[in-house]
């Protein structure tokens, strides 16, 4: 681990993971996926460059964005039920945790900090990947935080991580995010977020101007 890593972790009072293309590469997997569902249900092509453009964002979100650049009307209740039961079935063997990600989570462990994810997917989804990966176990249960029902949203979380967060008393400048998605980082600089690592790969070029410091996505 690069020391300005190790710097933001030994300042940090609790680290905030993303889950999809942050502490695994599943972005792949959830494009063929619903490359498939949108295939047989619409009959349409899902592109890649559309697809970048959608990382980040909740599914009922980037389904109107579908919507408008596909011409086509999405049941997103049913796609995502669908969607999800896939993603149940198949995600935790089909795709694996970045090397480094457990190293993080044992230093958390070992500075008594708490472990949290904050993931606009879907919770069921994100903690059967954890159990299967052996991960489960540097996370409270209530510290795997899904923002998909839009009950509450990221900005919330970043606003007031001491509400969301179970075993944080901090402020937002108290908190290390790791996260992928650029949008997603400029709110979270916007709410006072202490500290950025960012997890780069070849769906987030340029990501290194908003982080404070760099993971690869390998």
Not at 74 to 82: A, G, K, L, Y
Not at 109 to 130: F, T
Not at 169 to 193: N, Q, Y
């Amino acid at each position: 681990m690069d020391q300005g890593l190790k710097e933001l972790l030994n300042k940090a009072r609790a680290c905030v993971f993303d889950f999809d293309g942050t502490l695994a590469d599943t972005e792949g997997f959830h494009f063929d996926l619903y490359q498939r569902i949108l295939g047989r249900r619409y009959g349409v092509t899902l592109d890649w460059p559309h697809w970048l453009h959608y990382i980040g964002r909740t599914d009922p979100d980037f389904h109107r964005m579908m919507e408008q650049e596909y011409g086509i009307v999405i049941d997103s209740e049913s796609v995502m039920e669908e969607y999800f039961a896939a993603l149940l079935a198949e995600e935790p063997d089909a795709v694996q945790p970045y090397p480094w990600a457990e190293e993080i989570l044992q230093m958390c462990r070992e500075k008594g900090i708490p472990a949290c994810i904050l993931s606009s997917g879907n919770r069921d989804v994100i903690c059967a990947c954890l159990k299967a990966w052996g991960l489960d176990g540097y996370f409270e249960d209530d510290n795997v935080i899904s923002v998909s029902k839009g009950e509450f949203t990221k900005p919330d979380v970043f606003a007031d991580p001491a509400r969301y967060l179970s075993g944080f008393a901090g402020t937002p400048a108290d908190v290390l995010l790791f996260e992928d998605s650029i949008h997603t980082i400029e709110k979270a600089r916007a709410c006072g977020i202490g500290a950025v690592t960012g997890v780069c790969h070849e769906y987030n070029r340029e990501i290194e101007r908003y982080c404070d410091s760099l993971r690869n996505g390998q």
